[in-house]
């Protein structure tokens, strides 16, 4: 079986426009995903989904063995665990087992403490956060067959995935897109692990469906509540697969209703999307294969157009004294939000507000040659030089689809030109191996020695031979650092 490639094309001029009852002589999406997802067995997914999502799992795990050695994130879940409860399911890099819904609100957090968990660009969401968090912590309590996890992470890829890029555009109206889809995912990847039956696992997707949301105000006031967004996620779609176990009820038509998660999310924009193609789109659990890992430590928006610019910028050699400016070209639709703020620079006041800050963000690259968990400090916040040629960008917008480019104008007239065109879900993302391990020794410096990167490296690869999930934690955690 090979993935089907559609997955964009939820946006129609052809579709039901969003503003009263639609879709109401088909199968309501949520009743027709949770059929398939309840069919759904590990030997139905292709070898590169597979492989996929075990290269998601690594990347996940370098990411946490980074973020869980940070002041901050340790303040952040310190609560939790003292709290405690029934010990079911790890809280990576603490020693620690919560109750699995809290297990999965502190790894979720953990995952997005320091923008370098990866994205999706279908719906220009950050996945892992709320679709590793749920899917590990319970199949560690489970204690499922790692087959069992792949096939739950390639669900919640899928389920959130395909929402999103059905939402594309969400920042623009105000929310995060992540928390916005994320229970549903979570939801349905705890329901399989939890192995609830045909409609229990219906109405837990369909609970997760309704139940997210978290606004993007702290893009504007540059604050932190958006990690808190995803953990919340996180935690959610666990409790509302343990909701449905005891008889909790979905909406059937929690997508496309009156009051749906498409209808209610989308009406006033005058967007449509078209209903019958969404339905359609989970018939390969492809999710995994549209994941896009962060090598920067910044906004999703923002890093692909540094990736583009590494390359030329190491060969080009120039010195950053040699730069008059930079011209940002958004073939993305990143919206006016990022165009006003590119045009009107304010300085950042804060860590998370330099890695949202798109000028903030390519001046400190063009002035260490990376933009890496270690060039975002309270310190580069004050430096004049990096602020200064921050204030020095023009923006141009270009028809969808086009190329985006990162122009970076030197001094003497001449302009090095970085071009790309980045998928949004027309195809899969590509698998960018050498980089993903590099991103792996670099983050798990702190934490794992070679030999502890070398068994890692095999536990992982290995995954779809293990019967015990809970084994496999231990065994992974047992080569960490305190």
């Not at 995994?288 to 990736?307: H, N, Q, R, W």
Request: glycine share 10%; with cysteine.
């Amino acid at each position: 079986m090979q993935p089907t490639m559609h997955r964009r094309g939820f946006l129609s001029a052809g579709a039901a426009l969003l503003s009263g009852p639609v879709f109401a002589a088909e199968e309501p999406i949520a009743v027709h995903w949770a059929a398939l997802i309840h069919r759904a067995r590990f030997d139905d997914l292709p070898a590169e989904v597979v492989e996929r999502a075990k290269l998601c799992l690594l990347d996940n795990i370098a990411v946490l063995a980074y973020t869980t050695t940070l002041a901050a994130s340790k303040e952040a879940v310190a609560r939790t665990l003292s709290i405690g409860g029934p010990a079911e399911a790890s809280v990576w890099g603490f020693a620690k087992k919560l109750p699995v819904e809290q297990a999965a609100y502190c790894m979720g957090y953990l995952i997005h403490g320091h923008e370098i968990d990866d994205s999706d660009f279908r719906g220009a969401y950050r996945p892992s956060c709320v679709c590793v968090a749920p899917a590990l912590a319970m199949a560690e309590h489970t204690r499922a067959s790692g087959r069992d996890l792949i096939l739950a992470l390639a669900i919640a890829y899928s389920v959130n995935g395909v929402l999103a890029g059905a939402l594309n555009g969400l920042q623009g109206l105000g929310w995060m897109p992540s928390s916005v889809v994320g229970a549903a995912g979570g939801a349905a990847a705890a329901a399989k692990l939890m192995r609830l039956d045909a409609g229990q696992l219906q109405h837990a997707l369909a609970l997760g469906m309704v139940s997210g949301g978290g606004l993007f105000q702290y893009y504007y006031d540059q604050t932190e509540e958006k990690k808190l967004h995803v953990a919340a996620s996180a935690r959610t779609g666990i409790e509302l697969a343990y909701r449905a176990r005891h008889g909790w009820k979905g909406p059937g038509r929690a997508v496309e209703g009156n009051a749906g998660l498409v209808t209610a999310y989308l009406r006033g924009s005058g967007r449509k999307v078209d209903l019958a193609r969404l339905r359609d789109a989970m018939q390969v659990f492809d999710g995994p294969l549209y994941i896009y890992p962060k090598f920067t430590a910044c906004s999703a928006g923002i890093g692909p157009f540094l990736d583009a610019l590494d390359p030329l910028w190491k060969r080009e050699k120039v010195a950053v004294s040699d730069v008059a400016g930079f011209t940002v070209v958004d073939g993305q639709l990143l919206g006016g939000n990022f165009r006003e703020k590119i045009l009107h620079f304010e300085p950042p006041a804060t860590v998370t507000g330099a890695q949202l800050n798109f000028n903030y963000t390519v001046s400190l690259f063009l002035h260490r040659g990376s933009a890496s968990v270690y060039d975002f400090t309270e310190a580069a916040l004050r430096d004049a030089s990096v602020l200064a040629l921050a204030r020095n960008a023009r923006f141009e917008e270009v028809p969808a689809g086009s190329e985006s480019t990162l122009k970076i104008h030197l001094k003497n007239g001449r302009t090095i030109t970085a071009p790309f065109r980045r998928s949004r879900g027309e195809k899969p993302e590509p698998e960018l191996r050498e980089m993903r391990m590099e991103k792996f020794e670099r983050l798990t410096a702190k934490r794992l020695n070679d030999a502890g990167r070398k068994k890692t490296l095999e536990l992982v690869n290995g995954v779809d031979r293990v019967k015990d999930t809970a084994e496999w934690v231990k065994d992974v955690l047992r080569l960490w650092k305190a």
